[in-house]
């Protein structure tokens, strides 16, 4: 028998769980850096020597002054392979555990909150403020590289190659978009940890030691074929996509694989936290 009006359905709005977590400390201080990130960027290659060099075998860095979106795909190399991983773990680790950590997650049970809808409701706070995340730097850097830059033609790293801008412009929503789907595997895997501990640091740092681990076996080359299915391997197929003729096959299997990783890990999240006794 139920309480006359209670409505399961109508437990923690999304809307206010979205503020909650938007009125958390750690979320202002991580997407400021993130915001800041490009602009520190800009000052470093604006005082630093210029070492852009011509011809063939360039690197990306070494096209990072060409223009907004070269500067774009810089800035997103170098912060997608730590920076980015650490904002989806911290974002996706914390919001159960930390709960756990304050000894409010059992009032919110009791309030009642079905466990499903509860972890549900969260998990999509926490993947939609990761999503936020990933695209805050790119977008911040087309701006600051814009205005530092210019708006430019794209030169393709290695060959020099130049691309029209606006042919480039759909693309990077796509290698936006991929850089979303594959940190799935960090997303779910810290939100296993967040229902599976009440100390947040060893959520976001479980999940962060997996990207490490993965990123060190991923060198071993007597692995041969296994690496391919390692959760970090295809993280930079991106830039296939950027290139005079876009090849989409390494990111269509980075897709397969991030997506059924997390799939697998979110199912256990779900069925751990259906039988776990929470006493905190």
Known sequence: ?????????????????????????????????????????????QFGPNNNRGGTGLRISDLAMEGGLNFAAFALSVSASFLLMVAVALFCGDTVASEANWSSLRYLLAAPI???????QKLIVALAYSAAAVTVVPVMAVLAGTLAFGWNDVRVPGTGEVIAALDV?????IVILYAMVTNLVVASLAFLLSVSTDSPLGAVGGAVGLVIVSTILQAV??????REFLPTFWNTAWLDALAPVPDYS??????????????VLLAFAFRRFRRKDVVS
């Open 169 to 173: 412009l759909p693309k990077f929503g």
């Open 221 to 226: 080359e007597a692995l041969g074929g296994l």
């Open 250 to 263: 390494g990111m269509i299997k980075g897709t397969a694989i991030a997506v059924t990783y997390a799939a």
């Open 1 to 45: 028998m139920t309480a006359t009006g209670y409505a399961p359905g109508r437990t923690l709005p999304l809307r206010v769980e979205f503020v909650r977590q938007f009125r958390r400390r750690r979320t202002m201080v991580m997407f400021g850096l993130l915001a800041a990130l490009p602009w520190i960027l800009v000052i470093a290659f």
């Open 114 to 120: 079905p466990r499903d809808r509860l972890l549900r």
